[in-house]
């Protein structure tokens, strides 16, 4: 028999597959900081690997993007 103890942890698994796609979308946003990062740094360096940083930030915007607009496509179906 379960309790109806909270949750220490406040977490809850998403119900359904817009669930799960909004949870997928959070992770790939939270996932794209550290290319961001990374790209930031090299390019702050500015020596030989100013390119592969550029790259490198390119990629992590991407997902930066993809994150974003998939998180709010999700919750436009959900309002209607």
Do not use: H
Request: glycine share 12%; charged share 20%; net charge positive.
């Amino acid at each position: 028999m379960r309790s109806k103890e909270p949750n220490p942890f406040c977490l809850r698994l998403p119900r359904g597959l817009r669930g799960w796609t909004s949870l997928i979308y959070k992770v790939v946003l939270l996932a794209s900081v550290l290319p961001v990062l990374d790209g930031l740094q090299a390019i702050g360096r500015g020596n030989s690997d100013m390119l592969p940083g550029l790259e490198t930030l390119a990629f992590g915007l991407v997902l930066v993007l993809a994150g974003i607009g998939g998180y709010i496509a999700v919750r436009e179906e959900e309002k209607t």
